[in-house]
């Protein structure tokens, strides 16, 4: 495995590898790698001849107070997951080298990127599109895969790709979890195990939302009912303040009342007002 940092060289080995006729597939990560980034890396290697993991805390996907110079890091450890997993090049710029003094453009997609965590997080999906097509026109892949734990960062995704014309196909990786059930994050690093109950308590609501709109009795159950139901076991959890507890159509990420194949529940709940966990699973079947 390779190791780039610069852009101008990652460019131009992508571009290289497509010269030769091979399929390129992007995994853009923020690093600290755990099972939910390698099973996204082992999904791109299945699908594409040589695959590029980019490596990047992007600065302008957080807000002022939040956990951008706390944020877990460690290129080596990274640099040994990735090359055991068979991924072929690990891009990891320099801040400066991807926002150059006097770099003042923005990719924004409107709309879908205003509501639930766009909401409490004004600017982040600006961010987090701006650095996507930057990656984009850097490693030009034929497709790249996103994590569904990030629904709806999965969703601006494939509406810039859309929108924009992007000739990259977007796959979806399903939510990797811990035994306990909850998700695989890099945040989870900064949970103390004293923390541990009111994290699973977002897995916990899932679990038994999905119990309730399966079980008996569920023709009747909409989609205020299955809120209420997950609020209540979170806030059972004093560490624990709801961001939001919706349910949403799955692509558009309008609220629905109620309770239909395509409803997903999305949770985002900020531990001891230090740590925002976010969650999400279709209710219908899963
Ligand atoms: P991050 O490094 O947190 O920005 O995540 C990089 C990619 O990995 C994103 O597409 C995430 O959605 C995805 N990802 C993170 N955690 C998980 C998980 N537990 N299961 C599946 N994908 C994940």
């Known amino acids: 495995m390779r190791l780039v940092t610069s852009p101008a060289e990652i460019q131009e080995r992508a571009l290289e590898y497509r010269a030769r006729g091979l399929t390129v597939g992007l995994v853009p990560t923020m690093g600290w790698f755990h099972e939910g980034h390698l099973s996204l890396m082992r999904l791109a290697a299945k699908k594409a001849d040589r695959v590029i993991v980019s490596l990047f ?25 990735a090359e055991e997993t068979g991924v072929d090049i690990l891009f990891a710029p320099e801040k400066q080298v991807m926002y150059p003094d006097g770099f003042s453009s923005s990719v924004t997609v409107s709309g879908l990127s205003s509501r639930l965590c766009g909401s409490s997080r004004p600017g982040h999906f600006d961010g987090v599109t701006t650095v996507v097509a930057k990656l984009f026109h850097l490693t030009v892949p034929h497709l790249a ?142």
């Open 145 to 286: 895969v996103f994590g569904e734990k990030d629904f709806q960062q999965l969703a601006v995704i494939r509406k810039m790709v859309d929108d924009l014309d992007f000739p990259v196909e977007i796959l979806g990786h399903p939510i990797v979890r811990e035994e306990s059930g909850l998700a695989m994050s890099s945040r989870n690093t900064y949970l103390k195990s004293s923390e541990m109950p009111a994290a699973l308590s977002l897995s916990e609501g899932i679990r038994e939302a999905v119990k309730c709109v399966n079980g008996p009795g569920a023709e009747s159950i909409d989609a205020r009912q299955v809120k209420d139901l997950v609020r209540a076991i979170i806030t059972a959890h004093r560490e624990c303040e709801i961001d939001y507890v919706e349910v949403v159509d799955r692509s558009s990420l309008e609220n629905c009342t109620e309770i239909t194949e395509n409803s997903l529940l999305v949770l985002a709940v900020k531990i001891n007002n230090r740590i925002r966990l976010i969650d999400n699973s279709i209710l219908k079947g899963s």
């Open 57 to 81: 805390v992007n600065p302008i996907q957080f807000g002022p107070n939040e956990d951008l110079d706390s944020y877990p890091y460690d290129l080596e450890r990274d640099r040994r997951l």
